[in-house]
Nanobody, 116 residues
Framework: QVQLVESGGGLVQAGESLRLSCAASGRTFSWRVMGWFRQAPGKERQFVAAISWRGESTDYVDSVKGRFTISRDNAKNTVYLQMNSLKPEDTAVYYC?????????WGQGTQVTVSS
């Protein structure tokens, strides 16, 4: 059974940093494009960042460019999201998935709350 488990969220103040991790089990995702997504209260889930299977290509939503960095370690079947200079509008539940996302792979996500 495929499982994606996100971790690393928390409560921080504006300007601080967090590093999210997404550990995959059940199959290898080494050859898949992987992404991070987020869902704020009352809003639809949105794309945040993606990384190619070898890690040489990345993509970001405009609102996080220059602040967030996506990376991966295929040997560990893990994807990361380094989030710097966090803003209150970054508050959301963060999820990882393939990109484009696979319906059956959504996990529980990890809550990120940024206070002003």
């Amino acid at each position: 059974q495929v499982q994606l488990v996100e971790s690393g969220g928390g409560l921080v103040q504006a300007g601080e940093s967090l590093r999210l991790s997404c550990a995959a089990s059940g199959r290898t995702f080494s050859w898949r494009v992987m992404g991070w997504f987020r869902q704020a209260p009352g809003k639809e889930r949105q794309f945040v960042a993606a990384i190619s299977w070898r890690g040489e290509s990345t993509d970001y939503v405009d609102s996080v460019k220059g602040r967030f960095t996506i990376s991966r370690d295929n040997a560990k079947n893990t994807v990361y999201l380094q989030m710097n200079s966090l803003k209150p509008e970054d508050t959301a539940v963060y999820y990882c998935n393939t990109n484009p996302p696979t319906t059956d792979y959504w996990g529980q996500g990890t809550q990120v709350t940024v206070s002003s």
